[in-house]
């Protein structure tokens, strides 16, 4: 084979895979292994793990990044995590490794910027293209694997904002854990985003309005609007306090429309409101609730000053 020859098939080949392509690829196309060598010595080619021959440059996009992952990791090597999640069109968030993983009985090998994990079973492969798990089950190993629990609610929020997978899919995925260090936060973050501020219970946000100092809140307080009677989650009708708590599914769709002409009307029926997301809840109840008692200080203050006549 000329040499054009086989450099034209390594591009065809390598077209699918960001750039890379499998020794064992080139091979089944007659492309042995000193053919190979020769590319490499000639500057051409560039080998970039054990398998993985880069054809244009050493330095490798993501898409590369991933097939060389699972190229070297293992046998049986699969994305998890972020990087099955960004495999699958998740944007917005990037990790930096690549997470991995392997059955625990193949032969593993270490590959810079990836993340191993060695499960008895790992997750069943989904999907075409490279090897992957599937969104809801990769959306609860990134929340496990996360640095912080601000990331891991953040990782649990994304794949369902962008369809990735759906709440009830999460949920089951979520019940099959049996041990996570983030056991409950989790169940909080998962149920919010599946069931909105109703997973947050009534008797939940009365005790962080009591150790802040706050008097017990109205719940589902009943208003007219001015097309129909609504429900306000939380309220303080002394002052004309009105705090909306945010779910999960609040960020979907239309949602966001309807959450802005509710709360429009209440604040000119002359109330004050306040949007708070059910997760910032988990993750910071001080500070969201510190803002509700000033703001109920300032009302308090202001309705007790004696009006001008």
């Given amino acids: 084979m000329y040499g054009a020859d086989r450099r034209a098939i390594a591009r065809e080949l390598a077209a699918a895979h960001g750039g890379v392509v499998h020794r064992l ?17 000639a500057g051409r080619w560039f080998k970039v793990g054990r398998h993985t021959v880069a054809i244009h440059s050493p330095e490798l996009n993501e898409t590369a990044r991933w ?7 293992g046998s049986g090597a699969r994305l998890d995590g972020v990087s099955a999640l960004e495999a699958s069109g998740m944007t917005g968030y990037h990790a930096s490794v690549i ?5 625990k009985s193949s032969h593993t090998h270490a590959v810079e910027r990836v993340r191993l994990h060695l499960p008895r079973v790992p997750a069943p492969v989904v999907g075409a293209g490279i090897r992957k798990v599937a969104p809801d089950i990769a959306t609860i190993h990134a ?7 601000r990331q891991a609610a953040l990782v649990i929020c994304m794949p369902l904002q962008q369809r990735l997978t759906t709440p009830s899919r999460l949920q089951l995925a979520w019940h099959g854990v049996q041990r996570s260090a983030r056991r ?8 919010d985003v599946a069931d909105g501020a109703h997973s947050l219970g009534e008797l939940d946000f009365t005790r962080m309005a009591r150790r802040v100092g706050l008097p017990p809140p109205s719940h589902q307080s ?10 306000l989650d939380v309220s303080w009708d ?15 769709a239309l949602n966001p429309i309807d959450d802005a002409l509710r709360q429009n009307d209440r604040v000119t029926a002359g109330e004050r409101v306040l949007r708070v997301p ?25 309705a007790s000053r004696p009006r001008m006549r």
Avoid at 99 to 103: E, F, K, S
């Fill in 184 to 191: 409950k936060l989790l169940d909080g973050v998962i149920g």
């Fill in 143 to 149: 929340a496990q694997w996360a640095a912080t629990d």
């Fill in 222 to 231: 009943l208003r007219d609007g001015p097309d129909s009677r609504v429900y």
């Fill in 278 to 302: 059910v997760i910032g809840l988990r993750l910071l109840p001080q500070k969201f609730m510190q803002q509700v008692r000033h703001t109920y200080d300032v009302l308090r203050a202001e």
């Fill in 99 to 103: 997470d991995v993983t392997v059955p």
């Fill in 67 to 73: 097939w060389r992952a699972v190229w070297e990791s």
């Fill in 25 to 41: 690829a080139l091979a089944e196309h007659g492309i042995d292994r000193f053919a190979v060598r020769n590319e490499v010595a």
């Fill in 238 to 252: 002394d002052v004309g306090l009105v705090v909306e708590i945010d779910g999960g599914h609040h960020a979907l």
